[in-house]
């Protein structure tokens, strides 16, 4: 058992293997080298990132209406991944639709995924309630953190990182009753140094936006994020591919920048 400190209070969590977070903050984030998390593609596996399900249930900008894809379309691309095992399905922002949408589709088809969760926007209008968080992980499916107010990591002082990346996991470890190791960034966003603190907070993998495979091994785990826009043809290209040559190379050669900056 871990005794360890919020800023509110001291609490108890289970035999989680992480470092105290007032340890962590009194520490430097500058840490390992990145770029050896993420090992050779030996297991390519593709990760299909989805947000809203069917019509948003709030005005949303147009920037955000393009995260928004029909539940028809959404079923179709289940269906492609039924008995693919190396195709994987992530959902952000804690949308309601999760649960009245994605989580009925997925338990027809026997297939899980792995919702990541914004702990400020829980009871919210058309985000997930309490209840229905701890029904989506009663039901299997596997949660993870994006963080307490959705903002771009890279631009937090200590103190706001500190409420995204700690007491966000603490709150959702309370309410859904399970360790959280999974970690998704806002917008996609990171760079060497949100790494690093991930990593010494003990998050087991790190989920980005940066597409193409991901490595099964590997901490960082590149996403596709399926957008209004896209077809299932876009989708079987997805989940068909491995990058390959020059592409690989400027692929790896972005992330890489990324990891360092
Ligand atoms: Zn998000």
């Given at each position: 058992m871990i005794r360890y400190a919020t800023s509110s209070s001291h609490v108890s969590v289970g035999a989680v293997h992480r470092m105290s977070p007032v340890d962590f903050w009194s520490a430097?984030?500058?840490?390992?080298?990145?770029?050896?998390?993420?090992?050779?593609?030996?297991y390519p596996i593709f990760i299909l990132n989805f947000h809203g399900l069917g019509r948003p249930p709030r005005d949303v900008s147009p920037d955000e209406e393009k995260f928004w894809i029909e539940a028809p379309f959404f079923e179709a691309i289940l269906d492609l991944a039924?008995?693919?095992?190396?195709v994987q399905l992530t959902f952000d922002d804690a949308n309601e639709s999760d649960y009245a949408t994605a989580l009925p589709a997925l338990e027809a088809r026997n297939l899980t995924g792995k919702f990541f969760i914004v702990m400020g926007s829980l009871g919210h209008h058309g985000y997930l309630s309490i209840r229905q968080l701890q029904a989506l992980a009663a039901a299997g499916m596997g949660v993870g953190s994006h963080g307490m107010?959705?903002?771009?990591?890279?631009?937090?002082c200590a103190h706001d990182l500190n409420e995204e990346l700690v007491e966000a996991r603490y709150r959702l470890e309370q309410t859904v009753g399970l360790p959280v190791e999974d970690v998704a960034c806002p917008f996609g966003s990171y760079n060497r140094h949100v790494l690093s603190c991930l990593r010494k907070l003990g998050y087991q993998r790190i989920y980005t936006s940066d597409g193409g495979p991901a490595n099964l091994d590997a901490v960082v785990q590149a996403r596709n994020t399926v957008l209004r826009r896209h077809n299932l043809g876009d989708i079987r290209e997805v989940i068909n591919s491995t990058p390959r040559g020059l592409k690989r190379a400027w692929r790896g050669l972005k992330q890489t920048l990324k990891r360092w900056r």
């Open positions: 430097s984030c500058e840490g390992k080298d990145p770029s050896r998390w993420r090992p050779a593609i030996a039924r008995g693919r095992s190396d107010r959705h903002r771009r990591w890279t631009r937090l």
